[in-house]
């Protein structure tokens, strides 16, 4: 298992149409998260997931933005009618977390560059 | 989740030693601190984590002091490739557990 893997590293859209980003995670970890990151601030908070089961979305995440982890593997993160406001790095981390008990820290991956013009 | 403060920026020469202070004054007792570099165009990666006192690794060296009100990350004798973005987080151990980043503290490394 080489980390967290992110397809597709760049994608380039027009306003309006729909994206889908993946994320592939260290596989024994059971926590996958999704984080925007513009440029000069700090990855902000998306959503994550425990296994299969999305505990927490941010307000960030409007109703356009739709994320899933259905087998409680890998994950996706669909933008529907992209606006160029969503032009950002969208990264990917994973982490393992045993009895509610967080030891470690996120593994990220590195990242889908979304460019909406 | 516990807000941080840390400086913008900061330069060092290349074999000095760097602090970068991190202050968290409404840590909670089962808050861990994390500190996290970030290259361009790159994702985070882990540095080190602490709950109190002193932790060390290969990369750098965490202090967090009694009270848990603020921790300094300490690289020692920095080079080039250091220059980077680093991050403190604060954050709760149990359920609900998302980790906001800040700004971070960016760090210029020169010859």
């Known amino acids: 298992d080489t980390g967290v893997s992110q397809d597709p590293r760049h994608k380039i859209t027009k306003r309006g149409q729909n994206v889908t980003f993946r994320c592939d995670p260290i596989?024994?970890?059971?926590?996958l998260y999704w984080y925007r990151q513009t440029l000069g601030q700090g990855p902000e908070f998306l959503t994550y997931f425990q296994n299969e089961a999305q505990l927490e979305k941010s307000r960030l995440l409007s109703d356009r933005f739709s994320a899933e982890r259905p087998k409680g593997s890998f994950s996706t993160l669909e933008i529907q009618r992209t606006e160029q406001g969503d032009s950002a790095m969208y990264l990917c981390?994973?982490?393992?977390?045993?009895?509610?008990?967080?030891?470690?820290?996120?593994?990220f991956g590195s990242g889908t560059r979304l460019t909406v013009v | 989740l516990a807000k941080t403060t840390q400086p913008i920026s900061m330069d060092s020469y290349e074999g000095q030693e760097v602090n970068i202070t991190c202050s968290h004054n409404?840590?909670?007792?089962?808050?861990?601190i994390t500190w996290y570099q970030q290259f361009p165009s790159q994702g985070p990666r882990f540095i080190i984590q602490g709950y109190k006192t002193k932790v060390t690794n290969e990369v750098a060296s965490l202090f967090i002091p009694a009270d848990r009100k603020s921790s300094t990350l300490s690289l020692p004798r920095v080079s080039l490739s250091d220059t980077a973005v680093y991050y403190c987080l604060v954050g709760r151990t149990n359920s609900g557990y998302a980790l906001n980043f800040g700004k971070g503290t960016s760090l210029l490394v020169t010859p």
């Open positions: 596989s024994e970890h059971n926590r």
């Open positions: 981390a994973s982490s393992i977390d045993r009895d509610n008990q967080f030891r470690g820290g996120y593994t």
């Open positions: 409404n840590i909670a007792t089962n808050d861990y």
